[in-house]
């Protein structure tokens, strides 16, 4: 059983930054691909991220695609997603969640309950 807790969000205007932060305890954290989620109200959960267990493999979304950086340290137990040069549209609840496979866009095995970004115009 993995438990992960999101830390670091808030509120940034836009073309700010902020960075979130993932721990993850209980399980062998350098097994697991990590995945950053998003939901804005009203819409589906959508992958924004995610990142091998070695960190050979990484992928991102086209809208959030030389902004946000994902990266994790596998003896820290942390992953983390850098956002950069924020919109208005990346505001929403952001879930860190961990699964064994890389080749998966959703229905991930672990989730954390989430943090609220939030970003003016």
């Known amino acids: 059983q993995v438990q992960l807790v999101e830390s670091g969000g808030g509120l940034a205007q836009a073309g700010g930054s902020l960075r979130l932060s993932c721990a993850a305890s209980?399980?062998?954290?350098?097994?697991?691909?990590m995945g950053w989620f998003r939901q804005a109200p009203g819409k589906e959960r959508e992958l924004v991220a995610k990142?091998?267990?070695?960190?050979?493999?990484?992928d991102y979304r086209d809208s959030v695609k030389g902004r946000f950086t994902i990266s994790r340290d596998n003896a820290k137990n942390t992953v983390n997603l850098q956002m950069n040069d924020l919109k208005p549209e990346d505001t929403a609840v952001y879930y860190c969640?961990?699964?064994?496979?890389?080749?998966?866009?959703?229905?991930?095995?672990?989730w954390g309950q989430g943090t609220q970004v939030t970003v003016s115009s």
């Open positions: 209980g399980g062998t954290f350098s097994r697991y691909t």
């Open positions: 969640a961990a699964d064994l496979i890389y080749y998966k866009r959703s229905s991930y095995a672990y």
């Open positions: 990142i091998s267990a070695s960190s050979s493999l990484t």
